[in-house]
Each structure stands twice: as C-alpha cells, then as structure tokens.
C-alpha cells in the first residue's frame, strides 16, 4: 500500500536533516515493500520570500488532503524585522490540522553521558505537550499603552474537552508502557490547571491500573533533574510542556537529538512530524547538521501514523548502534557531516536487519 507524505522542508538546516531522514524512510519503505509517495512544499522563511506567506496557499491546500507531514524546521535571523513572521506559518500549519497533542520521547544514548553531567545511560521518557491552547492561543491578548506606558497581556483559556482528550492520551501511552503517569499542573495557584487536575482525576476512573503522580510545575522541574527515572510518561498543558521538553533535551545532552510528533490521538491518527531543534542559523548549509532529530521522526512517523513499529525500532536501534560506534557530527564533538553520519546509520540498519 502506497503511503503518501507532505514534505515541508523549511529553512536553516531544515533541508539539510529533512534529506537526511528521508534516505532512512526511503530505506524502510524499499525494507518494507512499500511506496512513499511525496509531495513538497514551501512553509516559513522560505515560503514568505517565494510567495509573501510563511503558510501559503498551496501548502494548506496540500496539507488539507495530507494525513502525515514531514517538517524540517522554521524561521532564521533574515525575516526578523521582515513583518510577517516565519514562525507563524508553524503555528497556523499545527492548527490547520487540528493537532493537539505534541510528543517528544527522549533517550540518553551510550556515549552521550558527558554531554549532560546529569544524564543517566538508558535513560528514556516521553513529554506529552497539549498544544492548542493555554497561553499561547488564550484571548484577549495584545499590547496597549496605559498611562503612557506599554502593556502586554495574554490570556490561558482551557475548555475541559481540550484537557481530557490529552490527559487520555497520556494515559494510554502511559497504559501500554506499564508505567506510571506524571501530570504536571500549578493547580495551588491557577484555575486552568485546577481545572486540569480535576480532569485528570476523573479520566483516571477509565484508567485503574495507571498509577497517577500530580506535580507542581516548579517542583516537577526539580525533580525531573534529580530523579529523571521517574519521568516516564509526563502530561502537561502548552507551555509547561514547552519548558519541561527543553529541559529534557538538555537531560539527553542536546535538542539535536530529539524527535517529535504532533498528533490526534493514538497511533493511526493525523501528524506533523518534526526535529525539535529549530533552524540553526548559525551551522545552515555547512552540511555538519546533527540529522538524529529528524531521523527519530522518521520512527516516530512510521509508528504513529502508518502503525509500523518494527521499522521504527530498527531505526532507533541503529541511532544507538552508530553513536555507540563512536560516529557522530560537530555538535557531539566529532568530525562526521550530516550525510556521512546518515550513511553509517543506513549501514548499521542493513546489519540490524
Ligand atoms: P528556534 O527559535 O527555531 O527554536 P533556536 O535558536 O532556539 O531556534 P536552534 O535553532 O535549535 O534553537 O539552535 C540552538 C543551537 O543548537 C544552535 O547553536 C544550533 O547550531 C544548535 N543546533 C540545533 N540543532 C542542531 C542540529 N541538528 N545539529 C547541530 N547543532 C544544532
Ligand atoms: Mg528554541
């Protein structure tokens, strides 16, 4: 069965682990005996210097037919003073498809533990992110002046609906695993997150065995460092869930090893699939772009949305196999480029499989 994909390449180092990762998902496909049918097109930077529109036209009309889309990332110091913003067409592209749920699994892989004094080897976890709503959607928000001095102010705003559809997935995720869930919440202080917690009590009557721990935001953020074993499974509203995945891409040693899915719900759903670092200006066509991001989204893609979780391993056990070998790009303090470190994660597979 053929299986079609949108492909937004974007801008930075976009292009560079996007091409990365699809020589893996062409890889997997030939394995699998089966058509990946793509189709390109412009989002970002890119989008706004060829059409005007960081989420043009064309683009929403070929993610409207799309259930899987493949992004690189967005946005670079060139559209700073420009006055529409690359960054939007992200943002408008993730509501567009009506995706809520934002996942970002992490891994400390051998031989990255001296990138993050606090890494554990094996180490494994997944922050589930609600997306759609909290602060960055909440109305009203926007500038003023009041008595001749700026203002600024947004709004958090949760219907329970959006809180039980994610806090549901968190516990399936969390079911199947066979571990406890983490819901991370300000619920002394905040009436989005009481309302939050109060959901997660509820939805944990369908969940009998799922073992439920609550965390303060500030209190989880220390603990995630001290005890990060404990944090396998964790669900949380928008920009809680924002810092916590920073904070455990800094746990594994770096974003450039993180994946991410951005989902509907559980596997076979709709999804936008992407690396979670963001353009890196700085290292952009040089060809030295960390592509394990952007591979693990492969995985995650194949697995999420096409429900091929044999493949999936294969990739990520052949990320861990190469790093283990010792290849690895600047960013990890070695000398591969991107298409180099690609090439010995293609080899491994072939011995893998
Ligand atoms: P954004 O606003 O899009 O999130 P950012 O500036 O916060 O962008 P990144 O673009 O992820 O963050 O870059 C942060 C730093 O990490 C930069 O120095 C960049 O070179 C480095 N970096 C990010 N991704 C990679 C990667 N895949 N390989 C190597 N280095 C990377
Ligand atoms: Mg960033």
New binding site residues.
Partial sequence: MARTLVILKGD??GPE?VDAALKVLDWAAQKGGYAVERQEALIGGAAIDRTGDPFPSETRALVDRADTVFLG???GPQWDRHPKNP?SGLLALRARMGLWANLRPFEVFEGMESFSPLARPHLRGMIIRELLGGLYFGQPRGRSVVNGEPEAMETSRYARHEIERVVRLGFQVAQRQGVPLVSVDKANVLETSKLWRQTVEEVRQDFPDVPVIHRYVDAAAMEFVKKPELYQVVVTENLFGDILSDLAGGLVG???LLGSATVNGLQGSRGLYE?V???????QGQG???????ILSVALMMEWSWGDREPAQWIRQAIRDTLKEGYR???LGGHDTTESFTGRVLQQMEQIH
């Fill in positions: 930075g180092i682990v990332a967005v946005g960054e770096s974003l450039g690396p670092h963001g353009s890196a200006p700085d290292i030295i772009a960390n592509p394990i991001g952007a790009t600047p960013d």
